[in-house]
């Protein structure tokens, strides 16, 4: 899919050219999945329960079943699969957003073993309470970018691929663009999400100091890092800046999602895309200088040349735009500064960190006294002039506070550290905690608007301000599932969790909605469908016409009608919008994960 315009912010230039190149898509491919077509009321499975389970004492324990069989039940049993350990306990009815629920919590429950809830004659899937039910998917979920793995053969998957890319769309020259990773359920190599996943594998090992036996080795998180910044290394311009992705498409179509010859300069090579993005930049300069960091020791050449490609791209580049661009700026800032130890990133890193909060809305706007604590960015009014609204990036919500707690922890002796922290603490406590507890399901939804932007479903929050659960499907024709939001707001929230741990304080409020939102990927949600393959059940088949079932990926997950209301694809349409797996949902969910591990 093409990931241009989404990434760049939504509408714009490409946006055009993304639409053609769905259209095309749909006209060679299946046929359209119809978001019309959701959960029939009444259907099952009213419970929503997370299929892996939960730790014995991290996160809360909760149960949520739909309120629409007759007539309602009044109580749930909970029994171990092997007898005769059971109890039963009352349901309590709740109102909120996707219509009533039953709902009740067992958090007291710490007993280790595997057990099934009954509601009104409806069983849940089993479901552990272990402590490592979560850490225990990391191995799978990381071996997921083993499938991807483009320039070499990968047995079982598929013969080596892609030993011609590539030719530069400007001038016609070829490059060695050979490596990296395929991104999606396509061929293509965009180099925002898969920067993201070598970001994400050096953050699992470093929240994992120690493995145990069930999780990925460092060699094996090492050698996977390694293999992709086999590729961005390449995509390093001589002056410094990266460029955008190899066999995106030209014209925003997809014409580059092919297998080819691996024969350099025939007919099917495919395309570098030269243009050149901050964010790419910063995020470029993130990873090498975490590469500089994991493999100094064990391959100083190899470090070294890391940390002068981070280094160049940071000099090369202007380090301004918009709250997005800042916070990867700012995480590039602090990984230079622990790699070097230089003072001129500590003083860049502090300048970042003072336009970040000025990008944070501090009070009540838009005639309400609700939430507060979002980034902004501007947008036009109807009349074509510009105001501050609410932030809004489906991949990386929270990515201007994670900057925020990573300056935190850089720099110990910021004059500013005091109110980064107090930023996320707002960020979290007056606009996050809010907006998810709108619904039983502790969603927290993916957009705040002011006013209807789109002839569609806008939920009315206070004043001016709206909001969707998922996205607008008549804003653009690119829309799909929010699974990356999802675990990058867990992502947050787990951070500043652990933030609060390690000084002491209570971080508990901050896991407990966490866990909700990776819970919600792993099958409490209306259509109890895990999106994970290789774990849980009901998983959709996936979105993924060139290798088909990988291990460990996840899905873009549920997306929304008009109305606001979840869909999903069950019925093998091949929907790309809800069952195509994506590099972010992988790295964030392993990231967050991981970080949750040491969070409570
Ligand atoms: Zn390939």
Redesign the pocket.
């Given at each position: 899919m093409n990931r241009r315009s989404f990434l760049s912010g939504l509408g714009g230039a490409s946006t055009l050219s993304v639409i053609a190149s769905r259209r095309a898509a749909a006209q060679a491919g299946p046929p359209e999945f119809d978001p019309v077509e959701k959960d029939a009321p009444g259907a099952t499975p009213a419970i929503a329960l997370n299929h892996l389970g939960f730790r014995p004492r991290a996160g809360k324990k909760t149960l949520v079943v739909r309120a629409t069989a007759k007539p309602l039940a009044t109580e749930f049993e909970l029994r171990d699969v092997v007898p005769p350990f059971k109890f039963k306990r009352s349901l309590e009815k709740t109102e909120g957003d996707f219509g009533p629920f039953l709902t009740a919590e067992f958090t007291d429950l710490v007993r280790p073993g595997i057990y099934q809830i009954n509601v009104g004659g409806e069983r849940s899937v089993p479901f552990f309470i272990r402590e490592d039910v979560w850490r225990r998917t990391l191995a799978r979920s990381v071996g997921y970018y083993r499938y991807q793995?483009?320039?070499v053969a990968v047995p079982g998957v598929?013969a080596v691929?892609?030993l011609d890319?590539a030719r530069r769309r400007d001038t016609g020259e070829h490059v060695d663009t050979v490596g990296g990773w395929?991104d999606a359920g396509d061929?293509r190599?965009w180099m925002d999400p898969t920067v993201l996943n070598g970001i994400s594998l050096l953050n699992v090992l470093r929240n994992l100091p120690a493995p145990r036996a069930e999780d990925p080795t460092h060699q094996q998180l090492l050698d996977e890092a390694r293999h992709g910044n086999l590729y961005f290394l390449k995509m390093q311009d001589k002056d410094g800046r990266v460029w955008h992705d190899v066999a995106g498409g030209v014209n925003g179509d997809n014409s580059d999602n092919h297998?080819t010859d691996n024969i350099i300069g025939t007919a099917d090579d495919r395309y570098i895309n030269t243009k050149k993005l901050e964010r790419i930049a910063a995020m470029f300069a993130t990873l090498e200088a975490m590469m500089a960091q994991v493999f100094r020791g064990a391959d100083d050449p190899y470090a070294d040349r890391c940390l002068e490609a981070g280094a160049r791209a940071w000099t090369a580049s202007a380090r301004r735009g918009s709250a997005l661009d800042l916070a990867w700026w700012a995480m590039a800032a602090c990984e230079l500064h622990r790699t070097t130890g230089k003072p001129a990133f500590r003083d860049e890193a502090l300048r970042l960190g003072r336009d970040l909060l000025a990008l944070q809305n501090t009070s009540f706007a838009f005639d309400q006294k609700l939430v507060r604590g979002y980034w902004t960015e501007p947008s036009p009014r109807p009349s074509g002039s510009l105001q501050q609204t609410p932030f809004y990036n489906i991949v990386y919500p929270g990515l201007p506070a994670l900057a925020l707690i990573n300056l935190y922890e850089s720099f110990p002796a910021a004059a500013d550290r005091g109110k980064w922290k107090d930023a996320v603490k707002l960020h979290l406590d007056e606009f996050v905690e809010p907006m998810a507890s709108r619904s039983a399901y502790r969603l927290i939804p993916s957009g705040l608007y002011v006013g209807r932007p789109s002839p569609e479903t806008y939920r009315p929050l206070a004043g001016q301000l709206t909001y969707r659960y998922f996205m607008p499907v008549n804003k653009q024709f690119w829309w799909q599932g929010i699974n990356s939001h999802l675990g990058c707001s867990a992502l947050l929230l787990g951070q500043f969790a652990r933030l609060l741990r390690d000084e002491g304080g209570d971080g508990k409020p901050y896991l407990d909605l966490a866990y909700p939102q990776l819970e919600w990927i792993m099958g409490a949600n209306p259509f109890g469908a895990c999106l994970m393959t290789g774990e849980g059940m009901k998983n959709p088949y996936p979105h993924s016409r060139f290798v088909g079932l990988i291990p460990g990926g996840i899905m873009n997950g549920i997306a929304g009608n008009a109305e606001d209301e979840p869909v999903l694809d069950q019925a093998y349409m091949i929907d790309w919008r809800t069952c195509e797996y994506w590099s972010p949902h992988v790295a964030f969910y392993l990231w967050a994960v991981s970080t949750l591990e040491n969070a409570a």
């Open positions: 793995r483009c320039g598929h691929c892609h890319d395929h061929l190599k297998w």
